[in-house]
């Protein structure tokens, strides 16, 4: 199993850059697609980015595209967020998840996750 750890959130100014970092211990960082999700208030968690156990491949919510970018570095066990431009509309608490399966879009088909870190965007 996997215990999860995020960090990097805090108020932003729209425009700027925030980079979050996911901590991973337990079993081998890369048995284990990565992935973020994100949870506005009043709004359901909704998935962010993720990226496959090798690393190869990604995938993006349309409206993160050409903005974030996911990356792992499996040296340090360390999952990251690099979030450009960012706007008010990203304001959210964002999670970084864990699944064994592979990942997926839905949130409901991840095993392990994180605390959660906020990440606010003002205007």
């Known amino acids: 199993q996997v215990q999860l750890v995020e960090s990097g959130g805090g108020l932003v100014q729209a425009g700027d850059s925030l980079r979050l970092s996911c901590a991973a211990s337990g079993r081998t960082f890369s048995s284990y697609a990565m992935g973020w999700f994100r949870q ?64 997926s879009y839905s949130t409901d088909a991840w095993d392990y996750w994180g605390q959660g870190t906020q990440v606010t965007v003002s205007s």
């Not at 491949?57 to 967020?81: E, H, M, Q, W």
Request: hydrophobic share 35%; net charge positive.
């Open 40 to 103: 506005a208030p009043g709004k359901e968690r909704e998935f962010v980015a993720a990226i496959s156990r090798s690393g190869r491949s990604s995938a993006y919510l349309d409206s993160v595209k050409g903005r974030f970018t996911i990356s792992t570095d499996n040296a340090k066990n360390t999952l990251y967020l690099q979030m450009n431009s960012l706007k008010p509309e990203d304001t959210a608490v964002y999670f970084c998840a864990a699944d064994s399966s592979g990942g």
